[in-house]
């Protein structure tokens, strides 16, 4: 049973930063390619970015590119979304999801096998 916990989210202001963490536990995680998706109220759930099981290989939404970076650090099976320059349209929850297949990255949520419960990032303006 694969199982993703995600934390680090919380209230900040605008112009300012956080980082997002997911710890995942179960057999094979670090062979799976790891993303991130959010859903804003009233809104689809979109995706954000996702990374190789290796890190080596990434992926971000046009909207993110040059502000948030993903990493991963496969001993700690953990995978990050930095966030920096947040304003009020980030305001969200963020989900971390597996992707078990990996390859190529994908931007599709159906791509994905597990997720996790979603933590909460709200910027207030």
């Known amino acids: 049973q694969v199982q993703l916990i995600e934390s680090g989210g919380g209230l900040v202001q605008a112009g300012g930063s956080l980082r997002l963490s997911c710890a995942a536990s179960g057999r094979g995680v670090s062979g799976f390619a790891m993303g991130w998706f959010r859903q804003a109220p009233g809104r689809d759930r979109e995706f954000v970015s996702e990374?190789?099981?290796?890190?080596?290989?990434?992926l971000y939404a046009d909207s993110v590119k040059g502000r948030f970076t993903i990493s991963r650090d496969n001993e700690k099976h953990t995978v990050f979304l930095q966030m920096n320059s947040l304003n009020p349209e980030h305001t969200a929850v963020y989900y971390c999801a597996a992707d078990t297949i990996g390859w190529p990255l994908s931007t599709i949520a159906a791509d994905y096998d597990y997720w996790g419960q979603g933590t909460q990032v709200t910027v207030s303006s």
């Open positions: 990374v190789s099981w290796s890190g080596q290989n990434t």
